[in-house]
């Protein structure tokens, strides 16, 4: 054996001196069967790796003495990342740095364990292979976890020249007869993912002493677990994000199912006298929570059919498909972040759940059946774990099409220069209405580095269009466009960012992505206020709240008039709403422009789709929810109802447009809010809110800081009232500093109505 294992190190080396995989990241496990509910040893690995090398099947391999099964990256057929062979020997690793050297000569990680699994028929046998590959010595910095048939299981920390072996059949080093690592060795002094290594810990001890470790419980619960770093799992969905700019979202660096998580594995080993052909090797090709689990048997002489292909595993793309609808990434300080959205979460895992449950009970009945006959059939072993296998695909394709409705609608609201901070603000409010929306703000230099890929729609809000356009340059105005038209994304533009999505000739910095020139471009600074508007039978069709109405108002401020353009290929715009007040306050603009003028329209661009508002929705009471309806209609999403509480369409009744008088007025009222006298104060708010001042509600914020616990009563009575949920963490501030019990409830019940409409 010694010759065979100098011949096929020397040819590793030759074919494989200097290739290393990075990020490799896992964490693994290990029980003897005394631990586990059925007495069989299980051996356990979630893969992490770099999105390089995420495309992993599996792979039937014909080894140098035995053949076997192996988890492989598909183009590495030299390198395998866990597997079983024909004795019942299974090899997992775990990377650890702190077990690095210096040889640059010798198998690596993935080159050693394929020599095993070729070359090992049990423990003893890979305890030897290290010892005869000890000198010259390797490129191995792992941690390496086996089973075999024999009851044989231990983890060995293997470094270039040497390795310690920690037997879980032995109490001293293993009292519960289990072993877990993560990316650090305990013979040295690392702390790679430390975190996961204390969860799963937690998690395989307390499994030992309910006696309920198993390969259901490690695959169904262990591979998939979400725990913050204090391992305290998380509460699906969550509602309370360590990240407010994340709602919903979670990052799953720390946890045990991650972000890089590749694939996971599970080897059911076999009692003593049992055929070592029945070693179960479970596969969750994939991130775990979106992949169902399918058994494979060297003895079938073949992979699973859809664990398999030229090109990868077809479980595995179908897997992937899940994840994008629950996944996005932000840049953050230059840095790529990914986070895992929660919202329909707990669903997908119940479905996944339910069809995983129906392939452990038919394997479960099947294995019964073969053990009790005692003849273990290659053909039937092939049948079987292929019907499997297309079952698991199959489902999971049925599971991905359930999802799309629920899947969350990934929203990113611009907010490079010319993006007003207010409207970026009120934007991501009034987006938080609907549950089934994560909103997040995007700059220019994340459109640039990909952030697009990650969007279902990107928002452009109120500010200044060509300032906007300036920010995103040609290169980003280019990304954002054929987002649009080529990959199917939605687009919204409010006020400035109608005049950066219009097709208008004179500004050629425009996206064209509306069939729609601005009108009367010279006189766009006409004034604002809240104006009057009427919807048409169309734009009734996707707001049917004003069904039975013949108008409605919306806050106005210097936004397009719009009209039909010829200058571009995309179909006629639907008109949804049009102007019925006639706005020419400001910048010489003469009366009769804006009536019957286009407030409100849509059209399909490309593969995409694109909505424009004048005017300004997510700053007015009671219309704010028409924002996450314009989302989920570019989105291509199913409409859906939002709470009476903000849903409030007769909530004014009459346009209010701010003359001169009426600016006047506003900023005399302005000053009174920074007197000294509470009763003014008081007043003075009042009158702005009645005046539909659409600053005034900024103002009120600052009044929850008032000395006079009267006018802070006034100012979140109003900023309630308003459905004003920007003001939240202030209101949060003001109840936590109130000293007097009534006047701390009375805060608190208006913090709770605020609350309500975002949770």
């Not at 470094?159 to 310690?164: A, I, P, V």
């Not at 640039?448 to 890929?453: F, H, N, Q």
Request: proline share 4%; aromatic share 10%.
């Amino acid at each position: 054996m010694k010759r065979l294992i100098i011949a096929v190190f020397l040819l590793l080396f030759l074919v494989n001196s200097f290739l290393v995989f990075a990020g490799e990241e896992c964490t693994i496990g290990v029980a003897v069967g005394k631990a586990t509910s059925d007495g069989r040893p299980i051996l356990w690995k979630n893969r992490d790796i770099s999105p390089k090398y995420f495309n992993n099947d599996i792979r039937y391999v014909k080894g140098e003495k035995y053949h076997f099964l192996a988890l492989m990256t598909v183009g590495y057929s030299n390198l395998a990342w866990a597997g079983t062979n024909e004795k019942g020997f299974c090899i997992i690793n775990s990377a650890s740095r702190d077990l690095s050297g210096t040889r640059k000569k010798g198998p690596g990680n993935g080159e050693f364990m394929k020599m095993a699994l070729g070359l090992c028929a049990n423990v003893d046998d890979f305890e030897k292979l290290l010892q005869e590959t000890n000198l010259p010595g390797r490129r191995t910095n792992c941690n390496y976890g086996v089973i075999d048939a024999n009851g044989g299981a231990a983890i060995f920390e293997t470094r270039n020249y040497s390795y310690t072996k920690f037997d879980a059949n032995n109490p001293k080093i293993a009292s519960q007869g289990f072993l877990v690592r993560a990316n650090f060795a305990h013979t040295s002094n690392g702390n790679g993912g430390i975190y996961r290594y204390r969860r799963a810990k937690i998690l395989w001890e307390d499994a030992v002493e309910n006696n309920s470790l198993n390969y259901r419980a490690v695959i169904s619960q262990f591979a998939r677990d979400l725990a913050d770093t204090n391992g305290v799992p998380f509460t699906l969905p969550v509602k309370n994000a360590t990240d407010p700019r994340h709602p919903y979202a979670i990052e799953t660096y720390n946890t045990i199912n991650r972000s890089s998580t590749a694939a996971a594995v599970v080897f059911c080993g076999v009692k003593k006298g049992e055929d070592p052909g029945l070693t179960t090797m479970w596969s969750t090709l994939g991130e775990p929570i979106f992949s169902i689990a399918v058994p494979a048997w060297v003895s079938a002489e073949a992979a699973p059919i859809t664990l398999t292909g030229e090109k990868g595993s077809p479980l595995r793309e179908q897997a992937m498909k899940l994840l994008k609808g629950f996944y996005y990434s932000s840049y953050e300080n230059g840095k790529e972040r990914y986070y895992l959205t929660t919202f329909g979460l707990p669903n997908l895992l119940t479905q996944i759940h339910k069809a995983e449950d129906d392939i452990f009970q038919k394997t479960e009945k099947f294995l019964a059946e073969v053990r009790k006959s005692r003849a273990v059939d290659r053909n039937q072993l092939k049948k079987f774990q292929d019907r499997m296998s297309q079952q698991a695909f199959s489902e999971l394709k049925k599971i991905a099409s359930r999802n799309v409705e629920e899947r969350t609608i990934k929203v990113g609201v611009f907010c490079g220069e010319g993006a007003s901070p207010v409207c970026v603000k009120e934007t991501m409010e009034a987006l938080k209405i609907d549950r089934g929306i994560v909103p997040f703000t995007v700059s220019a230099k994340d459109i640039v580095l990909g952030a697009m890929d990650n969007l279902d729609v990107i928002v452009f809000p109120g500010g200044s269009g060509s300032k906007q356009a300036c920010n995103l340059g040609a290169r980003g105005r280019e990304i954002v466009r054929n987002a649009v038209l080529q990959q199917g994304k939605g687009c919204v533009g409010i006020c400035a960012g109608g005049y950066l999505l219009s097709s208008t000739p004179i500004y050629p910095w425009s996206l064209k992505l509306i069939s729609a020139n601005v009108f009367d471009r010279e006189h766009y600074n006409r004034g604002r206020g809240l104006m009057e508007i009427s919807f048409t039978d169309l734009g009734k069709t996707i707001f049917p709240e004003f069904n039975g109405q013949s108008s409605a108002f919306l806050q106005y401020y210097d936004g397009p008039v719009l009209v039909p353009s010829q200058e571009n290929d995309l179909p006629a715009y639907s008109e949804l709403a049009i102007f019925v007040s006639d706005i020419h306050l400001n910048g010489g603009s003469s009366s009769g422009v804006t009536p019957g003028k286009t407030v409100l329209l849509a059209n399909e661009a490309g593969k995409g789709r694109v909505f424009v508002s004048a005017g300004h929705p997510e700053a007015t009471p009671g219309m704010r929810w028409m924002v996450p309806r314009m989302v989920r209609w570019v989105a291509g999403r199913k409409i859906i109802p939002y709470p009476e509480q903000v849903v409030r369409t007769k909530r004014d009744t009459t346009e209010i447009l701010f003359t001169a008088e009426r600016v006047k007025l506003e900023k005399q009222l302005f000053w009174k809010l920074v007197d000294n006298d509470p009763a003014g104060k008081i007043a003075a708010l009042k009158k702005l809110i009645a005046l539909r001042s659409r600053p005034a509600l900024r103002w009120a914020i600052g009044l929850l800081r008032d000395t006079d616990k009267n006018v802070r009563f006034a100012a979140a009575k109003v900023l309630a009232g308003s459905e004003y949920t920007p003001a939240i963490d202030d209101l949060k501030v003001a109840v936590q500093l109130e000293k007097d019990k009534e006047a701390r409830n009375r805060l608190t019940e208006y913090l709770k109505k605020l609350e309500k409409i975002v949770q």
